[in-house]
């Protein structure tokens, strides 16, 4: 049965030698860039658990923790809250950035050229402009405020799971959020946080549904962000993106449950 992944090869090793010595029967896998620990004999699973747990909240007090999760930085040797990010993360980051700059350098074409068209039918010759929308925005707080989210949700899927991972959940809620927006509002709008509520939607019912992956969002993060989500719908109803906010939550969701579900039935499937 599965019962530790990670992307960090130190962690992993750290954790076998501690079942190992405990005389637990336990193997380490190689899947893609993540390290999976397996345990051979199903009896000893929860006594496996136990211990992982307690040495994960050991790590928990000696050093720093996942803000999102409270859990241990899985970057164990090597830290650093850039170092640990993955090249999805960054360079999502990066474009970002370089487009928020773009107007000051070489004027508005560039903006003009990754919004949404003015109607849903220019998408067939220009079918860029479904995604691009995100890497738009409109003042450094509304960038900052992104981005912040963006590099902790981001490197948190793809550290756990894979960049493929975050690529093709980053794509779909990218979509959903979009679209949801244009037909609300029209082609006039911009930024990464329906993406945000995507990912978030996504850690949050992947770790509902798989509590075994031991990794889910702090309880308190959820609300605080839920929360966000009433005040722009009641308050800030003209100047944000609010149907791409509710697009990107509820595709996130889904696709966590999907994902989280199949993840749990293989864990459970496993010999």
């Not at 193997?27 to 929860?46: A, K, M, N, W």
């Not at 949050?204 to 308190?220: C, D, Q, S, T």
Request: with cysteine; glycine share 10%.
């Amino acid at each position: 049965m599965e019962l530790v992944r990670t992307p960090q090869p130190e962690l992993a090793s750290h954790l076998m030698a501690l079942l190992q010595e405990r005389g637990m029967a336990v193997s380490l896998h190689q899947e893609g860039d993540q390290q999976v620990i397996v345990v051979d004999q199903q009896d000893q699973y929860q006594e496996c658990y136990r211990l992982v747990q307690r040495r994960l909240s050991q790590l928990h007090r000696q050093q720093a923790v996942e803000p999102l999760t409270g859990r241990p930085q899985p970057n164990l040797l090597s830290g650093g809250w850039f170092a640990s990010m993955g090249w999805v993360t960054r360079a999502v980051l990066f474009a970002c950035v370089v487009v928020y700059l773009t107007p000051y350098l070489f004027g508005p074409q560039v903006y003009q050229a990754l919004m949404f068209p003015q109607a849903a039918a220019d998408l067939t010759s220009q079918p860029w402009r479904l995604i691009t929308p995100m890497l738009l925005h409109f003042g450094l707080l509304h960038i900052l405020f992104n981005l912040l989210w963006w590099c902790d949700l981001g490197r948190m899927i793809e550290r756990f799971q894979s960049s493929l991972q975050l690529v093709g959940v980053t794509l779909v809620t990218a979509v959903v959020s979009n679209l949801a927006q244009f037909y609300t509002t029209g082609p006039h709008f911009g930024g990464l946080s329906g993406v945000v509520y995507g990912l978030l939607g996504y850690l949050w019912i992947y770790g509902k549904v798989n509590p075994g992956a031991g990794y889910a969002l702090r309880r308190e993060i959820v609300i605080f962000m839920l929360a966000w989500l009433v005040i722009c719908f009641v308050g800030l109803s003209g100047i944000v993106a609010n149907a791409a906010h509710l697009g990107g939550l509820a595709s996130g969701c889904a696709l966590g449950a999907l994902f989280g579900l199949w993840r749990r039935n293989m864990a459970a499937d496993a010999p």
